[in-house]
């Protein structure tokens, strides 16, 4: 369950994603699967090839992209969360969210 976001952040970030960017949407999440962890970020791009390099970039495995719809996303969230969005300078989310 995603919460803590606005629909206009949502529709961006879809947008972006369309476009071909590497976008990020970040969240607070509850997930059964993972109870320790309260945040998630979406790293979205329509361009496979895009998302697949940027994932390799950080020792991330692709095969873990998820092809939902027309937003395909790597779920970024525990240890290598903060460093990654450190390095993507998304200093905002880490702040909103309290990554630090």
Same mark, same amino acid.
């Given at each position: 369950?995603?919460? !803590?976001? +606005?629909?206009?952040?949502?529709?961006?970030?879809?947008?972006?994603?369309?476009? !071909?960017?590497?976008?990020?949407?970040?969240?607070?999440?509850? %997930?059964?699967?993972?109870?320790?962890?309260?945040?998630?970020?979406?790293? !979205?791009? +329509?361009?496979?090839?895009?998302?697949?390099?940027?994932?390799?970039?950080? !020792?991330? %495995?692709?095969?873990?992209?998820?092809?939902?719809? +027309?937003?395909?996303?790597? %779920?970024?969230?525990?240890?290598?969360?903060?460093?990654?969005?450190?390095?993507?300078?998304?200093?905002?989310?880490?702040?909103?969210?309290?990554?630090?």
């Amino acid at each position: 369950m995603a919460f !803590g976001i +606005s629909r206009t952040e949502m529709n961006d970030w879809k947008e972006r994603v369309q476009s !071909g960017e590497i976008a990020f949407l970040t969240h607070y999440w509850l %997930d059964p699967r993972f109870p320790t962890m309260k945040t998630v970020t979406k790293v !979205g791009c +329509s361009n496979i090839d895009k998302l697949t390099q940027w994932c390799m970039s950080y !020792g991330l %495995d692709p095969r873990y992209i998820h092809y939902r719809d +027309s937003y395909p996303h790597f %779920d970024l969230f525990g240890p290598r969360q903060r460093p990654i969005l450190m390095a993507e300078q998304q200093l905002d989310q880490i702040t909103r969210f309290k990554l630090l």
